[in-house]
């Protein structure tokens, strides 16, 4: 297991469409194991595999609080069969935009088919926590950042914010780099 990079915002691979696993393989498993890892040290309660700069249907997730047992979840080509007409609104964080939060509303419940670690498809009903992790995720998967449910006026704040800060250590890496 080892703990991999986490891409951030404005990186344009953030934005790809993830491609579909089409065995649950040892690589798989390997890419899985990672992933958890890296989403615990980080730490967070999901992670997509396009945010280690991997683009495939890779998901994982760990909703316990941490007093709790940990439970994690391997999702591997989830996909929402179905959502409740009630809406939720949860304040919502990326590990991919560090320490910017906002409120984002989402259906309340969600069913969700996926294979699981072993290749064997699976589905399950969230609410809560779970329901809002499984759509961040599976945003991920499309390219999609929970910050695209904001205004636009928040975005174009937010994406400049983290673009001038790329931009910062570009320049300092480099004046580095000439000594
Ligand atoms: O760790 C995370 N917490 C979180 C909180 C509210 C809504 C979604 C999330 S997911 C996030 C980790 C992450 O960026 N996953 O893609
Ligand atoms: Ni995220």
């Known amino acids: 297991m080892a703990i991999r990079p986490i891409i951030s915002l ?3 691979r953030l934005r790809l469409k993830s491609e579909p696993i089409a065995v649950v393989d040892d690589a798989v498993r ?49 996909q929402i069969v179905w959502s409740s007409e009630a809406r939720s609104s949860y304040e919502e964080g990326c590990l991919s935009i560090p320490d910017y939060y906002e409120e984002v509303e989402r259906p309340s419940k969600v069913r969700a088919r996926f294979l699981d670690r072993m290749g064997k498809l699976q589905e399950i009903e969230a609410e809560g926590v779970l329901a809002t992790a499984l759509q961040h995720e599976i945003d991920h998967l499309n390219g ?6 904001l205004s636009k006026l928040k975005r174009d704040r937010v994406v400049k914010k983290f673009t001038k800060a790329a931009k910062r250590e570009a320049e300092e890496r480099a004046a580095e780099a000439r000594v």
């Open 144 to 149: 999609v950042l929970f910050i695209d449910y």
């Open 30 to 78: 390997a890419l899985m194991d990672d992933m958890l890892e890296t989403m615990y040290d980080a730490p967070g309660i999901g992670l997509a595999a396009v945010q280690i700069g991997v683009p495939k249907r890779v998901i994982v997730i760990d909703p316990a609080k941490k007093d709790e047992e940990p439970r994690a979840l391997f999702l591997v080509n989830p």
């Open 10 to 12: 404005p990186d344009p």
